[in-house]
């Protein structure tokens, strides 16, 4: 099955996420998850670091920013209201909406300019019947976890026929399969050697049988083992070449954002390595911007 | 058609090149071009360096040590002959004999203990009517260049004929096609942004088409780019994903290393990653001995 575009936008325009397109680095950063002084400031409805995290990803090769305001005790709706308005005060990417409550989904995303993706429903009855009926509502896209109410699971057709029930109940509410994007699951390649294969077979699978786009959060794959980040980085090249177009990561860490520039470069997404070579030249411009 | 295991033989015994072994790394250090002082060395006939080289590769991973002796002006049988005993009094891994030097091939190859690989042939008709010969005669396996009279051709059907001449040639010499490993032959990507796909479907058809291990000098691809190593090991990654087997590389360069010990790991042949992280304990343990 042929896998068609997933079209976000921003208000400097649309984004697509697809084959023939520069692999699309959703960056990470806005999230309080374990990020103490990020969480105190949001708190205190304090946006300096979101911002400064907006500007940052984005110069360093974010094309979509995930934005997620859940910090326990405190308004989601409210706080995510104020990140979307923030960050697109800043940055004119599309935004990747992080929540799954139904309450703060429909407060910030009429916020938003443009198509937002929604992150994420798994294919659990519970969570597609609470939040597809959102994603149809707004005109969104939505990531869809390739895992039901097992748990996920490293048998690949498995997997798929998770992805699949997204994809169905995605359709019986009118969202087209090019707006699920479905994350195929990394799961810790040291406690499960056959972690690495079973996501590369994912990835054919839900691309042939479904025509959808495949993302993941890439650096599950290297937990507990040292060395992590050249795990993630083979991990990252070998899934691009897999198929997988998008995933939710942090392209201030040097080794990632190079993987996925040199990766666009050797499948031809970035003719002549202007992209490549522009990277280069900001690195070696301002050093101290970089993270490890 | 499957790909069926190429095995060598040094005198601590049998090295397997095949799908479901580790990747093997040849390593490439042993070799005067470009390097003033082992070229020095060698000329006088003094093997300290050569010695050093051998033990260092081997303990970074080499499951194959590649020996050129080509100093112009010199006794190439001689030379080669000479560092051929030397190695191998050294370390007990099976040896890549690079020259195309009839002469220097029918002093050095005896010499050897095991089965070597000669590197390499080409599709030229010269070529395969100088060396297949000995090829059978010594009962080596063979690198086989994926280029004949015309050179190197970027189109993936014209390697895979380049490449299906010297498996035919050899197969009239009496050379199984598992003694065969094709250089796919990696072409500067900042020149030819089609170089990297190319690759990928040259090594495919090979695969499909012929049944033979796949090899490449992995380096060449990015020349004339800034960052050369994040490009290298990118592409190191997509190869062996596709299907690349072996490579000759120095396995002395961290990053190189690093991106196919994480490669093996990431498709199984590493299990429980005790590979992995044995390298991550001996770089611990003796960061002195590591390069860029």
């Known amino acids: 099955m042929t896998v068609a575009d997933t079209v976000l936008s921003g208000p400097d325009g649309e984004v697509r996420i697809g084959d023939t ?7 990470e950063r806005i999230n309080p998850t374990g990020r103490k002084v990020l969480s105190e400031q949001m708190r205190a409805g304090d946006m300096t670091m979101v911002m400064a995290d907006a500007i940052a990803q984005v110069a360093a090769g974010a094309r979509i920013l995930d934005i997620n305001a859940g910090v326990p005790g405190f308004d989601e709706a409210e706080m995510l ?3 979307v308005k923030t960050v697109q005060s800043v940055v004119g990417v599309p935004l990747c909406i992080d929540s799954s409550t139904p309450a703060a989904l429909e407060a910030a995303i009429p916020l938003a300019q443009g198509k937002v993706l929604i992150n994420s429903v798994t294919a659990e009855r519970e969570s597609m019947e609470r939040l597809l009926p959102l994603v149809a509502r707004f005109g969104a896209a939505v990531i869809g976890m390739s895992n039901d109410e097992e748990g996920p699971q490293m048998d690949p057709q498995k997997r798929l026929a998770a992805a699949k029930k997204i994809v169905e109940a995605a359709a019986d509410h009118g969202i087209p399969r090019e707006d699920v994007i479905i ?6 390649i040291g ?3 056959e972690a690495g294969r079973a996501m590369y077979e994912t990835i054919r699978l839900v691309r042939e049988e479904l025509g959808c786009n495949v993302s993941c959060g890439a650096s599950n794959i290297s937990f507990g ?6 795990i993630d980085t083979a991990f990252l090249s070998m899934a691009i070449l897999a198929g997988m177009s998008t995933a939710i990561t942090n ?20 003719e002549y390595g202007s992209g490549w070579i522009a990277d280069h030249r900001r690195e070696t411009q301002s050093p101290a911007s970089e993270q490890g």
Not at 21 to 27: C, K, L, V
Not at 225 to 230: I, L, V
Not at 258 to 265: C, E, F, P, S
């Open 21 to 27: 397109h520069p692999f699309a680095i959703i960056g």
């Open 81 to 83: 209201s104020t990140a």
């Open 183 to 188: 994350d195929v699951i990394a799961m810790p």
């Open 191 to 193: 406690a499960m050697p």
């Open 225 to 230: 083992m040292p060395g992590r980040q050249e």
């Open 251 to 270: 392209p201030m860490h040097r080794s990632v954002r190079k993987a996925i520039l040199a990766t666009d470069l050797l499948l031809a997404k970035d």
